[in-house]
């Protein structure tokens, strides 16, 4: 019994002094992580974890319901992409066909009103929206570089990049897309909680505009 209460003990301070470290060293953000995500099963994002962070409605200006293909639903999809459902896991699946819906299909308890975890859907709707601003004149264009907007990104490299190689990847970020290693800079940026402070402390490696790569930092900035 006493040796079982001296390693309780000893755990105990062990669990004490690692958390002490994470905070010491910024890596804190992994403590969301492990009750976010591991302690759920899991190993990396997935679609349900948006009930673990602040989340906020964009009300529709002025919502307009989508309009029904004439061949709406006619076609069943082939074995072959439903193989590729199964594989992935797809729980929601839509064709958009010039203006209307040409089919759809929800899976495993999903529907047209359930709420998932939309990942990098954002990247092109945050690149639509840099086109919308372009055309209201709020963004110059896509030469405008980034430090009109942030004036940390002056120096060396930083200073060339512009919202253009934001928005086509090819910006030369300093970034590790890394979705599985606790220890990325895209690990740290899902669960950080000064996200706006931990993306203005980057730099640029690499020319921009000269190749492409993708990196989800890229879209964050912009």
Do not use: C
């Amino acid at each position: 019994m006493k040796a079982l209460i001296r390693f309780i003990k000893r755990l105990i301070l062990a669990i004490v002094l690692l958390i002490a470290i994470l905070y010491i060293f910024d890596y804190d953000y992994m403590l969301k992580a492990v009750r976010t995500i591991y302690m759920q099963g899991h190993s990396t994002a997935f679609l349900n974890d948006f009930k673990e962070f602040d989340n906020d409605t964009i009300e529709a200006g002025t919502p307009q319901p989508w309009p029904l293909h004439a061949q709406y639903n006619s076609v069943e999809p082939t074995a072959g992409l439903m193989e590729w459902h199964d594989k992935l896991g797809t729980v929601a699946f839509l064709i958009i066909k010039n203006d209307s819906i040409w089919y759809e299909k929800y899976y495993d308890g999903y529907d047209e009103s359930s709420r998932s975890n939309s990942f990098s859907v954002a990247k092109s709707m945050v690149t639509s929206m840099l086109g919308k601003a372009i055309m209201e004149g709020k963004v110059k264009g896509l030469q405008q570089p980034l430090s009109d907007f942030f004036p940390q990104f002056s120096e060396g490299y930083n200073a060339d990049v512009t919202v253009g190689d934001l928005a086509s990847m090819a910006s030369g970020l300093d970034w590790d897309e890394a979705y599985y290693s606790p220890f990325s800079i895209t690990t740290r940026a899902y669960f950080y909680d000064d996200l706006r402070e931990m993306m203005l402390d980057l730099d640029f490696k690499e020319e921009p505009g000269k190749d492409y790569k993708y990196l989800s930092g890229n879209t964050q900035l912009l």
